[in-house]
């Protein structure tokens, strides 16, 4: 009998040890993982609070929300993401980033949420005023980003300024305000960056810096990236971005953040 009953207490064990790790496999589920890096304002920062904050951070929580899912925000270096999505440590990668056929090698992007184009910083005494005069030049930008391949003279990015730059001293930086401060201190000619962080960076440095007006690139569009084997998460993520912009969340969002 005693025997019987010590089986017996062992299988209740075994059950509920089963539930518990069914309970917490299911609590995971509702739990997206969400790469950015958040140094690109005004799409992502660090906020007061001292978390991830900006456009897209918003956007992808209100995203969340529509799906009935937790959004946990990892913050990591750009270059990093799409290899943190190919080995499973997120599922979804929202930085600003532009759709590329490169890219799209690695991980599947939702339909576009925003279009962009790159901005050329300078400092105030600059003689540079078409993308031509780029050549030859020393230029920091953020490393992985659009900047970096078109400063680098990529022929695939060629499209951007309309020429392949040549012969330049590209210093890649982990973050777009170290490019900027390269610039300021004079250890670099220009600082190639979206439009939106370009005018931000502008704004706070009015004394030392200006955009290049001169030099206008071709549109952009970000998205945000999956896993290539997550097609339903992506057909969650693009019915919610639809909603969102139906219901007018988006244009909440977007007035809050960048049409201010």
Not at 99 to 106: A, F
Request: hydrophobic share 40%; charged share 30%; proline share 2%.
């Amino acid at each position: 009998m005693k025997k019987f009953m010590r089986v017996l207490a062992l299988a209740l064990v075994l059950v509920l040890s089963v539930s518990m790790l069914a309970a917490c496999d299911s609590g995971k589920s509702n739990v997206l993982k969400i790469g950015t890096n958040a140094e690109f304002p005004p799409f992502e920062y660090i906020g007061d609070d001292g978390n991830p904050d900006g456009f897209d951070i918003a956007l992808m929580k209100a995203i969340g929300e529509q799906m009935g899912v937790e959004i946990q925000i990892e913050n990591m270096e750009f270059k990093s993401l799409i290899g943190a999505i190919e080995s499973g440590n997120i599922q979804g990668i929202i930085a600003a980033m532009t759709v590329d056929d490169e890219r799209k090698k690695s991980v599947n992007f939702s339909d576009g949420y925003y279009e962009a184009h790159q901005m050329v910083l300078v400092r105030k005494d600059s003689d540079i005023t078409k993308a031509e005069d780029l050549n030859g030049k020393k230029i920091a930008v953020q490393e992985g980003t659009t900047g970096d391949f078109v400063a680098s003279g990529d022929p695939d990015w060629e499209y951007i300024l309309g020429t392949s730059l040549q012969n330049t001293e590209v210093s890649r930086m982990k973050k777009g305000l170290d490019a900027v401060i390269e610039l300021k201190n004079g250890r670099v000619d220009a600082v190639i960056i979206d439009s939106n962080p370009a005018q931000v960076f502008a704004k706070e440095n009015a004394d030392d810096i200006k955009i290049v007006e001169g030099i206008q690139s071709e549109t952009e569009t970000y998205a945000i990236a999956v896993t290539k084997e997550d097609e339903d998460l992506l057909n969650k993520i693009n019915a919610a971005l639809k909603t969102l912009k139906e219901n007018g969340k988006y244009d909440e969002i977007l007035k809050q953040y960048i049409e201010q």
